[in-house]
T-cell receptor, first 109, second 114 residues
Framework: KQEVTQIPAALSVPEGENLVLNCSFT??????LQWFRQDPGKGLTSLLL?????REQTSGRLNASLDKSSGRSTLYIAASQPGDSATYLC????????FGSGTKLNVKP | GAGVSQSPSNKVTEKGKDVELRCDPI?????LYWYRQSLGQGLEFLIY????????KSGLPSDRFSAERTGGSVSTLTIQRTQQEDSAVYLC????????????FGSGTRLTVV
């Protein structure tokens, strides 16, 4: 069974800092990996999707990298803003998503 | 519709009652997933529908849980004889098969069993 670990579990930073959220997974036979954002009381919002053949994807201030062979992905957030405060979930996909427990991010104004 | 729609958004039920949760996926999406998130826990896979194939039920926690997908579109998750540990947010997602990803999630149904 796929095990997904996200580090750190929680992170509190002042506005403007660059951040790195880490994700590791045990089964590297994935189709792709997706990063989601979850706001309290809301559903999940897809942020970035990296196919297994890709090394990274970028969207605005977000950059996600994938090292499939070592079972790692990172989400880089540049110039963090208070609106980035949320829980970030990493989810590698085999026939279904396996989710980590997330990193709870708080960006202080 | 434009997104995945789930209803109800909130449900409070008495222990022992049955509940039905509904998911309307994005039109044309052949894959549909149910997950749940208990308080303080990560997302837990429940069941996966793909087209006309037999569903992957490997995540259902007990035989009190069942799900149907009628006409390859709307899905209903049924929980019989609810227990307090069933209290969670139940999330539905859909995707196009060929994308194997680009999952779009609904806003969830928050179930509270009292």
């Amino acid at each position: 069974k796929q095990e997904v670990t996200q580090i750190p579990a929680a992170l509190s930073v002042p506005e403007g800092e660059n951040l790195v959220l880490n994700c590791s997974f045990t089964d590297s036979a994935i189709y792709n990996l997706q990063w989601f954002r979850q706001d309290p009381g809301k559903g999940l919002t897809s942020l970035l999707l990296i196919q297994s053949s890709q090394r990274e994807q970028t969207s605005g201030r977000l950059n996600a990298s994938l090292d499939k062979s070592s079972g790692r992905s990172t989400l880089y957030i540049a110039a963090s803003q208070p609106g980035d405060s949320a829980t970030y979930l990493c989810a590698p996909l085999i026939n279904k998503f396996y989710f980590g427990s997330g990193t709870k991010l708080n960006v202080k104004p | 519709g434009a997104g995945v729609s789930q209803s109800p958004s909130n449900k409070v039920t008495e222990k022992g009652k049955d509940v039905e949760l509904r998911c309307d996926p994005i039109s044309g999406h052949t894959a549909l997933y149910w997950y749940r998130q208990s308080l303080g826990q990560g997302l837990e896979f429940l069941i996966y529908f793909q087209g006309n194939s037999a569903p992957d039920k490997s995540g259902l926690p007990s035989d009190r849980f069942s799900a149907e997908r009628t006409g390859g579109s709307v899905s209903t998750l049924t929980i019989q004889r609810t227990q307090q540990e069933d209290s969670a947010v139940y999330l539905c997602a859909s995707s196009l098969e060929r994308d194997r990803g680009l999952h779009t999630f609904g806003s969830g149904t928050r179930l509270t069993v009292v």
